[in-house]
């Protein structure tokens, strides 16, 4: 386990914040705070990881490189921690790694977000250069399947149906949802009609209402995916021959760094009970963003961010004994891609676009330049 840090003078105010977990969220709070105050983030990977951007790295493996950012030099002034947080005692005001290191803290921030089955994110710890083998060894077994099925019609496995059914166009590309509508209630009819034909053109073989039967399969860390041939079955009695599954369904808020102190907190599915500041209800000095808390919204990436700009203001705030910033769930929103061309994108205002806006925002490059920018590094060239 590894610690980084800049060797540049800490900033004038002493307060020492501590951020668990460096995913969307978190590492934008820790961007935000760097020039502030003493940080300190902590994450048990050695990068970054933009998952939204891993399923192009099942089509495309070298494109690995672009999704996975060394936190390593990111912060200025504050440091790196590279570890897992297991445990948190609020009355001391430490947080207590695997490693058995002890960290103290003024004000405390969980953004643990979430694990999802790969390739919809890479397991946690996964070094960089163990993601890289990971996703390779998926697009080989790719490459060498005709039928490809994926279990689960939420925004992951849809961008994973494009990602395969856009670059693979002879291959059989099935989806199988157990809900009669794909995504979210939530999402606007406009949306996902948009969706719906742009799987259609693309002949996705799609399944919606019928319940795989997951105990017939053996899906587990070390085997994300299931090679073939494999027969799936359903509730229904429906049964499809393929050479490939992927499971994008199943995902679980990382709850351990907080479950064993802050279980009154918690809401039955891990996440953390916030109130209107985002701080964690009744306890002034801890808060938690994106996954990992329960405020009533789709937990996509741009909504982490929405928190990490609202907590990074309320902790000036609070150093400085000035009142909190109120933050305000917004209207579903997502940009939502099929491939490298496709998808449709549903904004804040509830408006509707096509895959010409979905492409210029997101299909293109996946948001990667951004991410590097965000992280202040030179992004890795095509070659």
């Given amino acids: 386990m590894g610690t980084s840090a800049s060797s540049s003078a800490l900033p004038k105010n002493s307060c020492e914040v501590v951020i668990v ?64 947080v297991v445990s948190c ?88 949802h157990g809900r009669e509508q794909i995504l979210d209630d939530r999402m606007a009819p406009k949306f996902l009609k948009k969706i719906n034909a742009g799987l259609k053109a693309l002949k996705v073989q799609t399944v919606l209402g019928e319940k795989v039967n997951m105990d017939d399969l053996n899906f587990d860390s070390d085997k994300p995916w299931i090679t073939g041939p494999v027969t799936l079955t359903t509730d229904k009695g429906s049964s499809f021959e393929t050479d490939l599954v992927f499971r994008c369904t199943g995902m679980k808020v990382n709850s351990v760094a907080y479950q064993s102190k802050l279980s ?48 990074v203001e309320n902790i000036k705030r609070l150093n400085e004994n000035k009142g909190l910033k109120e933050y305000k769930p917004g209207n579903p929103a997502m940009a939502l891609t099929l491939g490298r061309n496709g998808g449709a994108v549903q904004l804040p205002n509830g408006m509707v676009a096509g895959k010409f806006l979905t492409k210029t925002l997101k299909s293109k490059d996946v948001m990667t330049p951004a991410m590097w920018k965000m992280m202040k590094k030179k992004m890795p060239s095509n070659n």
């Fill in 21 to 84: 977990g460096g995913g969307y969220g978190g590492i934008q709070v820790a961007i935000g705070l760097d020039s502030y105050c003493k940080v300190t983030l902590i994450d048990p990977k050695d990068a970054f990881h933009h998952n939204m951007a891993g399923l192009r790295c099942v089509v495309e493996p070298s494109f690995v490189k672009k999704t996975l950012i060394p936190y390593a030099g990111v912060l200025k002034h504050g440091s790196f921690v590279q570890d897992r």
């Fill in 89 to 176: 005692n609020i009355s001391r005001s430490t947080v207590t790694l695997a490693s058995g290191r002890e960290i103290s803290y003024d004000y405390l921030v969980f953004a643990c977000g979430s694990s999802v089955p790969f390739p919809g994110k890479v397991p946690l710890g996964t070094s960089l250069q163990d993601a890289a083998k990971l996703y390779k060894e998926c697009a080989d077994q790719v490459l060498e399947s005709e039928k490809i099925a994926v279990i689960g019609g939420g925004a992951v496995g849809l961008e994973l149906v494009g990602e395969l059914a856009v670059d693979f166009p002879n291959k059989k590309i099935l989806l199988l």
């Fill in 264 to 311: 009154d907190k918690m809401e039955k599915n891990g996440s953390l009970k916030v109130d209107r500041y985002l701080q964690i209800e009744e306890i002034e000095n801890l808060f938690a963003i994106g996954d990992c808390c329960n405020t009533p919204e789709l937990k996509l990436a741009y909504i982490a961010k929405l928190h990490a700009d609202v907590v």
